[in-house]
Each structure stands twice: as structure tokens, then as C-alpha cells.
């Protein structure tokens, strides 16, 4: 729950308000609602807000069928479905989402246009649906994040050892001094015991 909304997968009984928003933009309402359980709505006690699909195909994931009570709470509530579309893609070992949505948030996300080699990985059925798909490849994005934490954590253990190694040499250093202290201590213990057994002879 956010500020009194809350982000959840669509039941049976989001039906009837889903099918309002379907055909306020002519979406087809008849194939959407047996995708029924691909959709993610935000609701507060009033009702439903918005809507949005996510089909997953292997590997691929696709964004479709965005919808709002009102378009003048997209761009809230989009950052919270993208949120999370993403756990729900990485949840299912997703590496690219795909999209027709031609909404400039998407782009802002990191989705970019397809190029004809990108567009080879697209599931035929989903091709099918016409040219302009945003793509963005997200186990790229998951191998980056995992090297540049690894680089990070290279580094904590490098710096680590760098601490140790100058507190070893630290002590080391006082350990010397200690011992350099001790030894001349005995030393003067030592000559003191000579002359006080062996007094030196008074030259008769």
C-alpha cells in the first residue's frame, strides 16, 4: 500500500471495471479479459485506477493494454508499474521487455526502438502485431549491476586488506621500539651488574 493505493494482480472481480477502461480506448475487450490474469491494476477503496498487461513469452516479456480512469494519474502511477513489471520479469528469468506502448515513459525507463536484429528475438505472434516495438534488454542491464557490485566489492576487500596491512605495520613498529627499549634496559641491567661485581681495578 501506497498513499492509500495498492498494487496487485487482477482478479475475476476487476472484470467489470476493466472492461469499462478496455472500451473507453477500444482495446478488444474479448481477448483481454481471458489475458485476464496477465494484468497488474492499482486500486484504492473507490475503485480502479488503472491497469496495465504483461505477457511473457520464455523468455521475452511484453508490456500491452495500458489503462486509466483517468490519463491524468499515468504518470504517477506508472513509475509504481514499472516497478513492478521489472520484479515480475527478473521473478520469471525475463531478459528483455518489449512494448507498442507509444507513451514517452517507456522510453524514459530505457526502452528503445527495435532494430531489424533485435527484432529476431520477438516471438512471431507478437511481431505479428504490427512494426514499432520498444525493447530493453534487461538481463544486459542485470549483468552490469552485477559486475559493478562485484567491482565494489573487490574494492571494500582491497581496502581492507590495506587497513589490516597498516595496522600490521603499526604494530610491528611498536613492537620493534618495545623490543629496542627492552634490550637497551638490559643491556644497562647488564653493565650494571658487571661493575657492581667486577669493580674496575685501581691500576696498582
Known amino acids: 500500500m501506497r498513499s492509500g493505493y495498492r498494487l496487485r494482480r487482477a482478479t475475476i472481480d476487476?472484470?467489470?471495471?476493466?472492461?469499462?477502461?478496455w472500451r473507453a480506448l477500444a482495446l478488444p475487450v474479448?481477448?483481454?479479459?481471458n489475458r485476464l490474469t496477465e494484468f497488474q491494476v492499482i486500486e484504492t477503496p473507490a475503485g480502479?485506477?488503472?491497469a496495465v498487461g504483461f505477457e511473457i513469452a520464455g523468455q521475452e516479456g511484453r508490456v500491452h493494454s495500458e489503462v486509466f480512469s483517468d490519463f491524468g494519474y499515468a504518470d504517477h502511477f506508472r513509475p509504481l508499474f514499472w516497478e513492478r513489471?521489472?520484479?515480475?520479469?527478473?521473478?520469471?528469468?525475463?531478459i528483455r521487455i518489449w512494448t507498442l506502448e507509444t507513451s514517452p515513459f517507456w522510453k524514459r525507463c530505457g526502452l528503445r526502438p527495435a532494430n531489424a536484429a533485435g527484432l529476431k528475438a520477438l516471438p512471431p505472434e507478437w511481431l505479428a502485431r504490427g512494426p514499432g516495438w520498444l525493447c530493453i534488454p534487461l538481463r544486459e542491464q542485470l549483468d552490469r549491476a552485477k559486475v559493478e557490485q562485484q567491482v565494489a566489492s573487490?574494492?571494500?576487500?582491497?581496502?581492507?586488506?590495506?587497513?589490516?596491512?597498516?595496522r600490521l605495520a603499526t604494530w610491528l613498529k611498536r613492537l620493534a621500539l618495545?623490543?629496542?627499549v627492552l634490550l637497551a634496559l638490559f643491556v644497562m641491567f647488564a653493565l650494571a651488574y658487571l661493575l657492581k661485581h667486577n669493580p674496575p681495578s685501581s691500576g696498582r
Open 154 to 166: 573487490l574494492r571494500a576487500v582491497e581496502r581492507e586488506r590495506v587497513r589490516r596491512r597498516a
Open 14 to 21: 476487476d472484470l467489470p471495471g476493466l472492461q469499462t477502461m
Open 85 to 94: 513489471l521489472e520484479a515480475l520479469a527478473r521473478s520469471h528469468s525475463v
Open 48 to 50: 480502479l485506477l488503472g
Open 30 to 33: 474479448a481477448e483481454l479479459q
Open 178 to 180: 618495545l623490543a629496542a
